[in-house]
């Protein structure tokens, strides 16, 4: 079984960055991919970005492109979403998880909060 751990939120100004990351423990081997989803109030859970565990290929929404990076360490089992320019549209609670192949994402972290002020 998977468990997931997201951490390094915080209140940010519009512009700076943080790095969320994205602790992974149990059967790591298992997992195919990793993303990275958000969730801001009243709204739906969206996608933001995911990575392959094993080859590395990356995913971003089209909002995030150019300002976010999703990268992993294996060797860490961890995840990371570095985010640069922040906006307060970014302003969500982050969510990190995973899934096997031919899978859709069925475990999940905690949650991270990420605010963007102007």
């Known amino acids: 079984q998977v468990q997931l751990v997201a951490s390094g939120g915080g209140s940010v100004q519009a512009g700076d960055s943080l790095r969320l990351s994205c602790a992974v423990s149990?059967?790591?081997?298992?997992?195919?991919?990793m993303g990275w989803f958000r969730q801001a109030p009243g709204k739906e859970r969206k996608f933001v970005a995911s990575?392959?565990?094993?080859?590395?290929?990356?995913t971003y929404t089209d909002s995030v492109k150019g300002r976010f990076t999703v990268s992993r360490d294996n060797a860490k089992n961890t995840v990371y979403l570095q985010m640069n320019s922040l906006k307060p549209e970014d302003t969500a609670v982050y969510y990190c998880?995973?899934?096997?192949?031919?899978?859709?994402?069925?475990?999940w972290g905690q949650g991270t909060q990420v605010t963007v002020s102007s």
């Open positions: 990575i392959y565990w094993v080859r590395g290929g990356t």
């Open positions: 149990g059967v790591s081997f298992s997992i195919y991919e």
């Open positions: 998880a995973s899934r096997r192949q031919s899978s859709t994402y069925d475990v």
